[in-house]
């Protein structure tokens, strides 16, 4: 009997080495897990930070071409035309995308065929609609031929 008392003694020592160094163990997770949030937090402020930053220099970019309209610096003229460039081709697109929208011709022929370049029109057989596309357009059913 003493023998097996010895061992419920030496089992109750080594089970509570065990649960101090699960304590231990859970308490090194738990900071190594508190670092990593913490780290996460501060990535994420830099990234917002950044981004008010960038809307900052927008800004100041803006108010700079609308400023020195005329009297741009050389440094920065290449910048501005390619700035005034973007605008135009936006508001070309922006024309395009409503004309298409009132189911109009295009303003910049961008929709126009080469001559003697037809494009035969389907019927599609699901929903009706027309295409000359391989697919439907409004429900993706094959077009008939």
């Known amino acids: 009997m003493a023998f097996f008392e010895e ?20 308490g090194v997770a738990s900071e190594k897990a508190k670092s990593v949030s913490d780290s996460a937090k501060a990535s ?3 990234i917002s930070e950044q981004r008010e930053m960038e809307k900052n220099y927008r ?3 803006e108010w700079f071409v609308s400023e020195y309209e005329g009297e741009i610096p050389d440094a920065v003229k290449d910048v501005v035309a390619a700035v005034i460039a973007s605008k135009e081709r936006i508001g070309e697109l922006e024309a395009a995308k409503a ?17 003697g370049e037809e494009t ?16 439907c357009p409004k429900c993706g059913a094959p077009m008939g031929e």
Request: one cysteine or more; a negative charge.
């Open 120 to 135: 035969q029109q389907k019927v599609c057989p699901v929903c009706g609609e027309s295409s000359d596309g391989k697919f």
């Open 7 to 26: 061992l419920g003694k030496k089992a109750q020592a080594v089970a509570g080495v065990a649960a101090e160094k699960a304590k231990d163990l859970a």
């Open 59 to 61: 800004a100041i970019g």
């Open 44 to 46: 994420m402020e830099i």
């Open 99 to 115: 004309a298409k929208k009132e189911g109009e011709s295009c303003p910049c022929s961008c929709e126009e065929q080469p001559a």
